[in-house]
């Protein structure tokens, strides 16, 4: 590989850590936040779902720029403008200036996660061999390091802008220094042209718009419910763990903050080695083996005798979901090969769905029946999965110019590969 591709990989990989240190830094002082704006608890979860429903449509936003601005250059600003609101989200004292730093972070990150993971799959693409699991891994360590800090301040009683401020301090310039060595893959063009295109089977001069985005939603629609099960999945393990711990398993108050970070430190050692595993046994059998594996720790927190045991469930958690997500967007990839930065935005909103879904689901389960049953829910749903993992196999080169092609493109035989 030339130094350019090094170059443009490990400054992506610095992307995606930087961007899990912020996450974790916000998330992780929810309880400091509500404290010094005098959010009620009646209203935090409206301050909650407005980030993921923002971040959706800066998704939606981020699959019609890209049919005019470079991925790299989204990139480039929208990492700023998050770790400014994270900032912002710091340093003010009114809720409508909260208000406002959520929803310039929520915006922004929804453009963030979705040109982040493009440059990915076109990193990965020029590669010849899966690299995606390596830049989620570094966002895995992100979150790790965040959650770390964050523990810090907490503990030291930090305010939540001196916490923040030297964080952002190394980040962002950093952030702008590693920006000049992003790769663009250059498949920026949207879908429904793409399957205009190369939709007709007959070879036809196109389909209608309305057809063609129907085709177009059926192709990606076992990957987008994929993405929303591993999320449901995710959501239920950040919001419950702590909870279910201490509530149902009957832990300490301190035992039941480990769960977490030991799922995230499972997720960073899963992600490390997926991709060896992807070139070694193919994405179908890792995500098919990530799914039993989530689904027997589901299973095993469900009906874990103690606290212990249940740890040993979330650890199992851990090592399952960690591959299912990245491996999505890079089936999207090789789904829409002339297309895959609009299918990788389009596919990106299901992150945030199953995040919205995922905790108010089990919280509800768990209110009206038990904590126990409610896990069972996500269990099943990850089970799903193995359903659509053809999705995730590429097929041999039929169209003899030397590019996989994945299975679905049998519905078509267009130059893009529907």
């Not at 590693?178 to 036809?204: F, I, K, M, P, Q």
Request: proline fraction near 4%; charge should be neutral; charged fraction near 15%.
């Amino acid at each position: 590989m030339t130094d350019v591709l090094r170059r443009g990989r490990a400054s992506l990989a610095f992307s995606f850590f930087a961007q899990g240190a912020t996450f974790a830094l916000l998330v992780t002082r929810i309880p400091a936040i509500q404290d010094r704006y005098g959010v009620s608890d009646a209203l935090l979860p409206a301050f909650l779902a407005a980030v993921p429903i923002l971040a959706g449509v800066g998704s939606v936003t981020t699959e019609q720029l890209v049919k005019r601005i470079r991925p790299s250059r989204l990139l480039r600003w929208s990492q700023p403008v998050v770790l400014l609101a994270l900032l912002g989200v710091g340093s003010g004292d009114r809720l409508v200036e909260l208000a406002v730093a959520l929803g310039a972070f929520g915006l922004a990150v929804g453009a963030l996660d979705a040109s982040m993971n493009m440059l990915g799959v076109s990193l990965q693409r020029t590669y010849g061999r899966s690299i995606m699991l390596g830049f989620h891994a570094t966002y895995s360590l992100g979150g790790i390091v965040g959650a770390s800090l964050a523990w810090v301040g907490a503990h030291w009683h930090l305010s939540l802008f001196v916490s923040y401020l030297p964080v952002v301090l190394v980040l962002l310039p950093a952030a702008f220094v590693g920006s000049r060595w992003y790769v663009d893959g250059g498949a920026a063009s949207g879908l429904e042209a793409d399957a205009d295109t190369g939709g007709n089977v007959d070879g036809e001069a196109g389909k209608g718009q309305g057809e063609s985005a129907a085709l177009v939603f059926r192709l990606l629609l076992p990957l987008c419910l994929v993405m929303t099960f591993a999320y449901i999945g995710d959501s239920t393990v950040s919001n419950w763990s702590a909870k279910y711990l201490q509530d149902v398993l009957g832990s300490s108050e301190q035992l039941a903050t480990v769960p977490y970070n030991v799922y995230m430190v499972m997720t960073l050692v899963g992600r490390a080695v997926g991709d060896f595993g992807v070139r070694r046994f193919g994405a179908v059998a890792v995500v098919r083996l990530g799914a039993v594996v989530a689904a027997l720790g589901f299973a095993v927190v469900a009906v874990a005798p103690g606290a212990w045991v249940g740890m040993l469930g979330f650890t199992l958690l851990g090592l399952g979901l960690c591959v299912l997500v990245p491996q999505t967007f890079a089936a999207a990839g090789r789904l829409f090969p002339g297309a895959s930065d609009a299918a990788i935005a389009r596919l990106n909103i299901f992150n945030y769905v199953g995040f919205l879904i995922g905790s108010p689901l089990v919280g509800a389960l768990g209110d009206a029946w038990n904590y126990r049953g409610a896990m069972l829910v996500p269990m099943v749903l990850v089970l799903a999965t193995l359903g659509y993992a053809r999705s995730f196999a590429p097929e041999p080169d039929r169209y003899g110019d030397g590019h996989e092609r994945p299975r679905t493109a049998d519905v078509g035989r267009g130059s893009n590969g529907l």
